[in-house]
């Protein structure tokens, strides 16, 4: 059983090692204070006050670039509008309609696809932000065109071949 004689002498031989271990830095740290070429503690700049959150609110945060957000929707409302079109053959007549509406489709592709690269290069964190907002609906509306794609071979172009070329031309000009 223990009594408070013996926790006591516990406690005080665990603080004379602390004090024997503090006692031996002693020497190691008066050496390195009184070396010119290592500044006092003091004097060592305050890390912690240089970054309040005032000056984090002060740092310039990325913005989106306008004309990028319109470009983006832009091509993603091309996409539907290319959708929309293969969606709506459903026999000869309609894919040689759809031909034409392809071909224009195509020249608008184009355009787009050139004032994309011309866009200014954006930060990544908004690089980051565009894919969180519009990737999935892009993704879900490439699908989407592929399957109506390989529906449209299934079916041999509904035996349009306007339709055909106008998909293999729209295809190598927009990569």
């Not at 740290?29 to 305050?46: F, M």
Request: include cysteine.
């Amino acid at each position: 059983m223990y009594d408070a004689a013996i926790l006591r002498a516990a406690s005080l031989r665990a603080l004379a090692a602390l004090s024997l271990g503090a006692l031996a830095m002693q020497p190691i740290c008066a050496t390195a204070t009184d070396d010119p070429d290592i500044p006092p503690l003091r004097d060592l700049p305050d890390f912690d006050s240089e970054w309040t959150d005032e000056n984090v609110a002060d740092l310039p945060m990325p913005e989106k670039n306008p004309q990028t957000v319109k470009c983006i929707k832009r091509g993603i409302a091309l996409q539907r509008q290319l959708l929309q079109i293969l969606l709506s053959v459903k026999d000869k007549t309609t894919a040689d309609t759809a031909a034409k509406a392809i071909t224009a489709l195509t020249t608008e592709l184009r355009r787009w696809g050139m004032e994309m690269e011309h866009l200014p290069q954006e930060d990544a964190m908004i690089i980051d932000e565009y894919r969180r907002d519009h990737l999935g609906e892009i993704k879900l509306l490439s699908d989407t065109i592929r399957k109506e794609g390989e529906r449209l071979a299934t079916y041999g172009y509904f035996g349009s071949d306007d339709l055909k070329n106008e998909l293999k031309e729209m295809v190598k000009n927009t990569r």
